[in-house]
């Protein structure tokens, strides 16, 4: 099951179980909100991870998580009682609050400082050269799957700015230097890599850098 996100967190749950397989597990994840309309097989990212229902009540859902998901995502790192950011998969004709987000983590980063700047708080978060090649200042990050907004940009890491309501309402809020962290990068950036690199081995193509800040892409 696939499923289309946008970045903006509707609440946070709780881990209620977690069973574990050999390199797989099974989560139980207390909420609300998400279960308003769910039905089995729907997707809702846990923590920026989309998962699939597979079982359902009133107060909790369960979804299984692969092994590749738990190789490389931090879910494999949280415990009973872990609070965690939820998101159901956007509907058509819904509002676009955040970014396009798949919910397919790319990678995981480490926070390496939190300072507050005013009302603001300034996240410098660790992350491998493949992700950052994506992430572009004033651009979309997806952080344990909150849509956030590039400040910055290094050789080895980025930062972002948590608005007030984004630290309240999201598990980022609560997190500190050391804390481990899913990232996604916007799949648009990997999209015009894939286009650029074909123009490239056409003779004949109209697309190159100039095409693409002329509409809007750059």
Same mark, same amino acid.
């Given at each position: ?8 967190? @509707? ?7 977690? =069973? ?21 097989? /729907? ?11 597979? @079982?359902?009540?009133?107060?909790? #859902?369960?979804? /299984?998580?692969?092994? @590749? ?17 939820? @998101?159901?998969?956007? +509907? ?19 926070? $390496?400082?939190? +300072?507050? $700047? ?50 309240? +309402? ?5 997190? =500190? ?33 100039? #095409?693409?800040?002329?509409?809007? #892409?750059?």
């Amino acid at each position: 099951m696939i499923g289309i996100f946008t970045g903006i967190i @509707e609440e946070i749950g709780q881990i209620v179980s977690i =069973k574990q397989g050999g390199r797989s597990a099974r989560l139980a994840v207390k909420a609300a909100v998400v279960l308003e309309d769910v039905k089995l097989g /729907d997707s809702i990212a846990v923590n920026g991870v989309c998962l699939t229902v597979n @079982e359902f009540d009133r107060s909790h #859902f369960a979804a /299984d998580v692969m092994p @590749e998901t738990m190789d490389k995502t931090t879910l494999g790192r949280l415990r009973p009682g872990s609070p965690v950011n939820l @998101e159901r998969a956007m +509907q058509l004709g819904g509002r676009m609050g955040g970014h396009i987000v798949q919910g397919h983590v790319d990678a995981t980063g480490v926070i $390496l400082q939190k +300072q507050a $700047l005013d009302i603001a708080h300034i996240f410098r978060i660790s992350a491998p050269g493949d992700l950052l090649r994506y992430v572009v200042p004033k651009g979309s990050i997806t952080v344990d799957g909150v849509s956030l907004t590039v400040v910055d940009v290094f050789s080895d890491s980025f930062t972002v700015s948590l608005i007030p309501h984004t630290s309240g +309402q999201t598990i980022l809020g609560e997190k =500190k230097a050391g804390d481990a962290v899913n990232l996604e990068s916007d799949i648009l950036g990997r999209y015009i890599e894939k286009l650029m690199k074909t123009a490239d081995d056409s003779k004949h193509s109209d697309l190159n850098m100039s #095409f693409l800040a002329e509409n809007g #892409f750059l």
